[in-house]
């Protein structure tokens, strides 16, 4: 089965204002922009399977940042099985549907290789998805890149604008997506 | 093996007892909402897409087509096939194709109900018709 791994774990994020931020001696990252959906069955209602509600919260994202799936050099996205995230790819607008197979494939998620660096933690798939809640750890590695604090096999060079996405329930009764876009201050 | 499976017995609530009598009948039950019209599954007492109170209790033909399906060939319990059927009367559904072979389903096979028992209420399957 190809289905991330189970793991303890945690994590935590400071959110703060840009004065207090700046006196804390890190590089700063701001969120420029966020959207978040939901999809659910609608009581068995034309029921379509083959798209989430990234298509929704992915462009509210990138409109309110001002930003375009193009620009972004770092791509942290919830990794639950490999149908997760190449479902994401394309509703997030990476890639075309239908494209996401290919994408992934040609090697663009490789950090130092392809056009969308990606989970470069190992993201859950490989690393961790401690006590069933995979959203934190991919924020913290968004960012690690951002801050150039990302393991130096990995680190993307000049990273300064990444996006974290998440989804979960999507075959289930209360399926929701969310997406954030940060950037380096 | 299939039917030497356990399932769970399911906890009702006031918002379902009548589905789940219906379904010691072997009936079953979803709503419609005679303020939109909408037919929906599973049943509540608030119609999901319009909020009136005003949903009734309509009986189902049984009759459904796979709108897709996955195998688990291995778990616990023996293998099983999860799917979403939709019913003639419209709702989608998510459930189980039982008594079956399970390589042999496909997408947009006919189906029909088929009702599993339990220590209480029997549970809703679909089977190929």
């Given at each position: 089965?190809?289905?991330?791994?189970?793991?303890?774990?945690?994590?935590?994020?400071?959110?703060?204002?840009?004065?207090?931020?700046?006196?804390?001696?890190?590089?700063?990252?701001?969120?420029?922009?966020?959207?978040?959906a939901?999809k659910?069955?609608?009581?068995?209602?034309?029921?379509?399977?083959?798209?989430?509600?990234?298509?929704?919260?992915?462009?509210?994202?990138?409109?309110?940042?001002?930003?375009?799936?193009?620009?972004?050099?770092?791509?942290?996205?919830?990794?639950?099985?490999?149908?997760?995230?190449?479902?994401?790819?394309?509703?997030?607008?990476?890639?075309?549907?239908?494209?996401?197979?290919?994408?992934?494939?040609?090697?663009?998620?490789?950090?130092?290789?392809?056009?969308?660096?990606?989970?470069?933690?190992?993201?859950?798939?490989?690393?961790?998805?401690?006590?069933?809640?995979?959203?934190?750890?991919?924020?913290?590695?968004?960012?690690?890149?951002?801050?150039?604090?990302?393991?130096?096999?990995?680190?993307?060079?000049?990273?300064?604008?990444?996006?974290?996405?998440?989804?979960?329930?999507?075959?289930?009764?209360?399926?929701?997506?969310?997406?954030?876009?940060?950037?380096?201050? | 093996?299939?039917?030497?499976?356990?399932?769970?017995?399911?906890?009702?609530?006031?918002?379902?007892?009548?589905?789940?009598?219906?379904?010691?009948?072997?009936?079953?039950?979803?709503?419609?909402?005679?303020?939109?019209?909408?037919?929906?599954?599973?049943?509540?007492?608030i119609?999901?897409?319009?909020?009136?109170?005003?949903t009734v209790?309509?009986?189902?033909?049984?009759?459904?087509?796979?709108?897709?399906?996955?195998?688990?060939?291995?778990?616990a319990?023996?293998?099983?096939?999860?799917?979403?059927?939709?019913?003639?009367?419209?709702?989608?559904?998510?459930?189980?194709i039982?008594?079956?072979?399970?390589?042999?389903?496909?997408?947009?096979?006919?189906?029909?109900?088929?009702?599993?028992?339990?220590?209480?209420?029997?549970?809703?399957?679909?089977?190929?018709?």
């Open positions: 089965m190809d289905c991330c791994v189970v793991t303890d774990g945690g994590g935590a994020l400071i959110v703060t204002t840009p004065e207090i931020a700046k006196s804390l001696k890190k590089p700063l990252v701001r969120m420029i922009g966020h959207g978040e939901m659910g069955p609608r009581g068995g209602k034309d029921l379509d399977l083959t798209y989430s509600a990234g298509v929704w919260s992915g462009p509210r994202a990138f409109e309110e940042a001002g930003v375009t799936p193009k620009d972004i050099k770092y791509a942290s996205i919830y990794d639950s099985f490999t149908i997760t995230v190449l479902m994401q790819l394309e509703d997030i607008g990476f890639c075309k549907k239908g494209e996401g197979g290919k994408f992934v494939a040609d090697g663009n998620l490789i950090s130092g290789v392809g056009k969308l660096p990606f989970n470069t933690d190992g993201g859950g798939l490989c690393s961790n998805h401690p006590v069933n809640r995979g959203g934190m750890t991919k924020i913290i590695e968004a960012v690690r890149q951002l801050r150039g604090e990302a393991h130096p096999k990995v680190q993307v060079p000049n990273c300064d604008l990444a996006v974290a996405h998440g989804t979960g329930g999507l075959l289930g009764v209360r399926h929701a997506a969310s997406t954030c876009i940060l950037e380096r201050a | 093996m299939a039917d030497a499976k356990k399932y769970p017995t399911p906890q009702g609530n006031p918002e379902t007892t009548q589905f789940w009598e219906a379904a010691k009948q072997g009936k079953l039950l979803f709503k419609r909402c005679t303020a939109c019209g909408e037919p929906h599954y599973f049943p509540r007492s119609c999901p897409f319009c909020f009136s109170d005003k209790w309509e009986e189902s033909s049984g009759e459904a087509t796979i709108y897709t399906f996955s195998l688990m060939r291995k778990s319990a023996g293998p099983f096939a999860i799917a979403y059927v939709t019913l003639k009367e419209g709702p989608s559904l998510q459930t189980n039982v008594d079956c072979e399970l390589d042999k389903l496909k997408i947009g096979q006919k189906v029909k109900v088929v009702f599993k028992p339990t220590d209480g209420a029997p549970l809703p399957f679909f089977t190929p018709a």
